[in-house]
């Protein structure tokens, strides 16, 4: 039987949270963080190939990161790599998505592309497909688990009209992390009930006492018809922008036609645009060791402790007097580290920072400031 | 008029205190540590110029550092590198160093060099020297001022039969010098009272306020004659060893009998075996802007500091929150530190150290425990 899931990776982060290891040329996603030989998108794309074909992920990125993500994922072909021309949010960029999605499927089912201006017609029970939206630099440690869950939410999505976004289940009230509340009852698949933002940490507690909200976790699931619905419900715009250019997806005018129409929709995420607006959005609460790694803090959450609870991620370390540290230099080299508590050490190709972990969103300041002093030389 | 003075520079130490920036491979002396294009070795050959033709400075070292110092000082020819064999102290090295002296005179003055056994007159006044002795990686300030002082106590040691070492006037109780105990009196050059230890912080304080103190430079200055005879008194095994040598110096028996001789030398310091028990030593007031670098902190008191106290060398760096810290790294990286005080922050080749300043004596147990844990490879 033919395959008709899809996967839709977003790869345009710039992640200036974790410079100077990641830089404006090699984000986050990009790194390999634990030194295992993998970057965290290889380790994506690699967490999906046994529920969907490689054929059918989607990595949509900034155009500069092209090359990259065809030298890591060398058996991808360019045509598979959706490039925004410019940062519009999630919104538009899950738009792109899913109208390339459906040049494919007409083509895969009919054999041919559209013509000019030709209509498609998205309630053609063929061209349906499930698809499943994830971000390229998050961390899941427990591969079985996730596989399991992502199968079930496919199926699901594949027979019901909703939209499905993926809850993970809180294990501490964590702060940097939006919530979402599910509707009373039993099971691990219930309908939404409200969407929030990142709480404070008395809300936090209370959020993860309550036992009715989920970390969420920006992984989502649906069919094409009904996000292409939903969409058109809600955001009205970047939907009609789209479907002017349906027909040529897929073909050599794809490129062109986002190049004219992509920078001029309106940035916006997928959570506001849509996820909060819809007219049925279910939760799947799920449990399998992940962290969207967005902080140094996360990171050092994570990783394996030495007694002193120091975190040495690919270099040498040598502690005195020093506990509570994360320390990154590029494999080979030796920090040693004398009367240092909580910090992040972090060097990478001629930056070093050195800051305590509970000061760590300064680093945007500080990424700003050396792009101000050293006009990008660091960045 | 024929110019009979000579420079001899001492170049064989390891210099752990500067780890990581200092490694075996690369000592203090043969760094650049103020990004001036210069490495202390360099700024004290420059130093010496004007005063000693270029063909009387020799350098002693180990072997090891010989064509490095080739490289750094490219119009010094081989013979003027004399290599020890093994750590001996200053002692030794020095007797080497007046040895090769004397037949460096010796073929100056009668044109061939001495046949094998046959004994120079240390009494004859053609073959007398001058000679100053100094560290290669200390750092003067005032040029003009060393030249200045330099050339005075070149001009008395010609005349006087005494040994001269040339005193610091001390601007703080530093507990890392030794000190000098002047004899009572008004001019700046008088005779040596007593040669002390390094004094703890309350007997520090005393010497500097008793007026009567210098700091111990390890700058010597005296004539040939002089210093072979307080050899032969205080000194006797070495000097007897070394005479069976003369004949050799110069020619091609030197290195072999060096290799055979000079690991049998005991391991003495010429302040102990010869300064401190000589007949007649003055010392000369001086006062040109003198460090010896001995340490990260005298490294920091020297250098130009920002606002906060900061000391930034070679690097970039940007500092928030953070006050009298001294940060090297390489050149064009950047550091970025928060909420760091009084810290060296220092890396080189591999090897980043993060280590209070009041820490420091503590570096020389990092290299130690580098060495075992990682066999050499970040010594």
Redesign the interface.
Known sequence: MKNNNYCVIMAGGIGSRFW?FSRNSRPKQFLDFFGTGKSLLQMTVDRFRPLVPIEHILIVTNVIYKDLILEQIPDMNGSQVLCEPARRNTAPCIAYAIAHIKGLAYQEVYGRHLQEGEQVDWDDEKLNANIVVAPSDHLILQEDEFRRVIGEGLDFVSKNDTLLTLGMKPTRPETGYGYIQMMPGESSLRKVKTFTEKPNADLAKVFVESGEFLWNSGIFLWNLRTIRHEFLSNLPEIAQAFARGEWCMGTEKEEDFIQQMFPTCPNISIDYGVMEKAKSVHVMMADFGWSDLGTWGSLYDLSEKDAEQNVTLKC?A?Y?DSKGNIVA??E?????????QDMI?A?SD???????KS?EQ?IRQ?VS??ET??GG??N
């Open positions: 100077p040498n040598a005195y230099l590029p080979g080299h030796l920090a040693v580290l004398r009367g240092m050490v060097e001629g930056v070093l920072l050195i800051c305590p000061e300064q500080f400031d050396a002093n050293y030389k660091f």
